[in-house]
């Protein structure tokens, strides 16, 4: 599944056109997942990633206990991998979210949404 149907089903304002192939892609990208779905730092403490610094950006990926692959691609400049990455970390914080108060009997229209969005057939 490609950028724009996970940033679709997140509610990214620029789906259409991210394809995560930079350096500021990312970092937008990671500060907006932050603000908006993945909740891990206190608000105080996103200032330098929503600034679009890359030392607050690795550290942030190490707050998010990402792989070593993950932190080695973006050492190597592989923007996309880390996007990608980030987009699939927030999906499960988003089904998590989800998850949390939902009605087992009668998913919600977002739940719907995320599972049309993967293919996944949704009771």
């Not at 937008?28 to 603000?35: I, Q």
């Not at 923007?79 to 989800?98: E, G, K, N």
């Not at 949404?113 to 293919?119: E, I, N, P, V």
Request: proline share 6%; net charge negative; aromatic share 6%.
């Amino acid at each position: 599944m490609g950028f724009e149907r996970r940033l679709l089903a997140l509610g990214f304002p620029e789906a259409h056109a991210f394809d995560g192939s930079n350096a500021k892609q990312a970092s937008s990208l990671a500060s907006w997942l932050e603000d908006r779905v993945i909740r891990q730092l206190p608000i105080e403490a996103r200032g330098p990633l929503r600034a679009g610094d890359l030392s607050a950006l690795r550290a942030y990926l190490g707050e998010l206990e990402a792989p070593e692959a993950v932190l080695a691609d973006l050492q190597g400049r592989r923007y996309p991998a880390v996007s990608a990455w980030l987009t699939l970390t927030a999906l499960q914080c988003a089904v998590d979210d989800l998850g949390e108060g939902a009605d087992l009997e009668r998913p919600q229209p977002s739940v719907e949404s995320l599972a049309a969005a993967h293919g996944v057939a949704s009771k």
